[in-house]
């Protein structure tokens, strides 16, 4: 880049790198080849790794910790503070060599979570939701054009005050801006008056996305388990904007529109004043949905899906069965088949009672969960001795739809007396132990949970097959 030729007095002092007579008049555009020490070469950049970002973050989470099924809510804070040296080339109001710290220029300096998953109501549907706030992007007054002739459009405008500069189009444009633009701009405008704008300087308004999904309980509304029932609501805010307020007049809830950082047009160049012409746009810093193309449309998607595949016990409990009957292999013996089938089954009195030191478990509580875990463990086992023995015995040439269906009559029974003593268990603990219990643990605590278990783990007793 050549030494520096003229400065822009109107403009806080602001050097440009070309001669008066490179400046077209009409357009304000700045011949190339004044502007650099070997003509011949129009932009020639050097890759350099001396500039550094520093960021510190504070996050804050908050949830309610309990198995209320009703209250699987989390609400977290971040604030994230991020600086970023930078040069003059990216972003310049002098010397486009220089370095200088700012801002990291990014939309969610603060960023709030709010979730509320698989809220029931009536157990017939399942509601979860998802809202998530951002401060607002942070952005640089700029000119549209190159005003320093370093080959780049990447100049911060300078902020005539109107007061200063007559009756210009520019001052009268000005003026109309400050009355009437965007509440966020028109306020980093006034305290940068008569001065160069500084980089990262205005910040547009927060921002809110947010989403919705309710599932339906397939066996409430008369459906196998096996068919999964969904309605998606993308941008539920957009929704109620586009219902309370009509498509022409939408206030812009839900969505993230980036602000116009365009103040300044170049229009032209006064070689007698030795100053740009500008165009001033009344735009800038909106984020107004109706003066942007950038829009997330809210929409409601309806979903049904139904598994037809085999259920994942049956498809263990044929490939069991078929070593040694027309599979390389011995045959599984009926103590491998009692395990097969209880191990496929919680003991939660026995999982807690593994948590006893960190529930801190007193010693009739752990005695009263030791007596119904053996009441369900023996129960267990006069079940699928003989469902084991019957599976055991059965020839080369057996039905896999008989085999499934012993196994499924073994395992609604076990879990129907499990359901019996699961009430007995979750009165044992007290409300601060069954908040610490595990997702999972608590999970097999709750009655819901065990009659979908009941059949199968996922899907309905398919159609018996005779091999």
């Given amino acids: ?127 979860s939701a998802a809202i998530r706030m951002l401060s607002g992007q942070r952005y640089t007054p700029m000119i549209t054009g190159d005003v320093n002739g370093d080959g780049l459009s990447n100049d911060r405008a300078f902020i005539f005050d109107p007061a200063k500069v007559g009756d210009s189009p520019t001052a009268t444009a000005m003026r109309s801006l ?28 927060w921002t809110a996305t947010s989403g919705m999904q309710i599932k339906f309980n397939p066996q409430k509304i008369g459906l196998p388990k096996r068919a999964t029932i969904s309605l998606q609501i993308q941008n539920p805010l957009g929704l109620a904007d586009l219902a309370l307020h009509g498509t022409n007049d939408i206030r812009g809830w839900g969505q993230t529109i980036p602000p116009d950082q365009n103040l300044l047009y170049v229009r032209g160049f006064d070689p007698a004043t030795r100053q740009f012409k500008y165009e001033v746009n009344q735009r800038f810093g909106s984020t107004r949905p109706q003066q942007s193309s950038a829009r997330a449309l809210p929409y409601i998607s309806f979903s049904i899906s139904l598994d037809i595949g085999v259920p994942r016990e049956r498809q263990l409990l044929t490939r069991a069965m078929d070593v040694g009957r027309g599979r390389p292999g011995n045959k599984q013996s009926a103590e491998s088949m009692k395990i097969f089938g209880t191990s496929a089954i919680p003991n939660p009195m026995a999982m807690i009672l593994q948590q006893a030191e960190s529930l801190e478990l007193t010693r009739v509580q752990a005695d009263s969960l030791a007596s119904l875990s053996r009441k369900f463990s023996v129960f267990a086992d006069s079940i699928w001795t003989p469902a084991s023995r019957y599976l055991a015995g059965l020839p080369e040439a057996y039905s896999s739809g008989n085999a499934y269906d012993r ?24 409300a601060s132990q069954r908040r610490k219990l595990p997702l999972q643990l608590s999970n097999f605590l709750d009655e819901r949970v065990l009659k979908f278990l009941r059949s199968s783990s996922s899907g309905d007793v398919t159609p018996v097959v005779v091999r």
Wanted: charge should be positive; hydrophobic fraction near 40%.
């Fill in 1 to 127: 880049m050549n030494r520096r030729f003229l400065t822009l007095a109107s403009e806080g002092g602001r050097p440009v790198f070309a001669n008066v007579g490179a400046i077209v008049p009409a357009t304000g555009a700045i011949a190339a080849t004044d502007t650099r020490k070997a003509p011949g070469f129009n932009s020639v950049w050097v890759e350099r790794s001396d500039l550094r970002l520093e960021s510190k973050q504070l996050a804050v989470n908050l949830k309610p910790v309990t198995a209320n099924p009703r209250l699987k809510w989390e609400l977290s804070y971040a604030l994230l503070d991020a600086r970023e040296k930078f040069y003059g080339f990216t972003n310049t109001a002098g010397s486009p060599f220089e370095t200088q710290w700012g801002p990291h220029l990014q939309a969610g300096r603060q960023t709030i979570d709010f979730f509320w998953r698989d809220f029931p109501v009536f157990d017939v549907v399942y509601v």
């Fill in 178 to 205: 400050l009355a009437t633009g965007a509440t966020s701009a028109r306020e980093c405008l006034e305290k940068q008056l008569n001065s160069l704008s500084a980089r990262g300087s205005c910040q547009a308004p």
């Fill in 407 to 430: 196994y499924v009559a073994a395992r609604e029974k076990t879990v129907d007396y499990l359901l019996t003593l699961v009430p007995s268990a979750r009165t044992v603990l007290n």
